[in-house]
């Protein structure tokens, strides 16, 4: 699968292969976000860095906002599916797992996460998984010093929420959370679904 990457999905899976290598609680950079229109590969990628990882013995969580998209991913799940969180989610809104929980020693095992489509959560859901991971791995570090790679596309859709306007999705945005500056922002720009001389026309 690696070997069929194309040069953007390379780059983004050659930096997060690394920094697992790197990888500490006490780590900074140990969160990415990969930034791609629809075509560009990004469920390819996902699933060749899980296969990637646990070839390695890397234990990897799959989840999407969207019960379709989990189905594309390896053992996926839906985001409110794994990290029990409620439906709808608000501001004030946490996990009902708790930390002495199974479900919680399943989480701590995770190494490396990726949730895709995350520009459909509102940052709600980012924080509240943040506080989660804290609170299952005793440890004041992003994410419980896991490696969070989040993807998706800020162009096609944003959170919904109902009786809201364009101030209020914008403060929902996951670049309005306090977490979004610590994410190293990647891009794929080939489209994948064109043939040689078609990128122009797929614009």
Not at 94 to 114: C, Y
Request: charged fraction near 20%; proline fraction near 5%; charge should be positive.
């Amino acid at each position: 699968m690696y070997a069929m990457l194309n040069h953007d999905q390379r780059s983004v899976a050659d930096a997060i292969l690394a920094r697992h290598g790197k990888q500490s609680i006490t780590t900074a950079g140990s969160c990415f976000f990969i930034d791609g229109p629809g075509g560009t590969g990004k469920t390819y990628l996902y699933n060749t860095l899980y296969h990637l990882f646990m070839g390695q013995g890397v234990h990897v969580m799959t989840v999407a906002w969207t019960g379709i998209a989990a189905s594309l991913l390896p053992q996926g799940r839906t985001v409110h599916s794994r990290f029990k969180l409620p439906v709808p989610i608000l501001e004030t809104s946490t996990s009902s797992i708790r930390p002495n929980s199974k479900k919680a020693a399943e989480i701590r095992r995770i190494q490396v996460f990726i949730w895709d489509e995350a520009p459909m959560a509102p940052c709600y859901a980012l924080n509240a998984v943040d506080i989660l991971l804290r609170d299952i791995m005793n440890i004041d570090a992003l994410f419980g010093g896991k490696i969070m790679m989040l993807g998706g596309d800020f162009r096609q859709v944003l959170p919904v929420i109902r009786f809201s306007n364009r101030a209020d999705l914008i403060a929902a945005s996951l670049k309005s959370s306090n977490l979004w500056p610590y994410f190293k922002v990647m891009h794929l720009h080939q489209n994948m679904r064109t043939g040689p001389g078609e990128e122009e026309f797929s614009k």
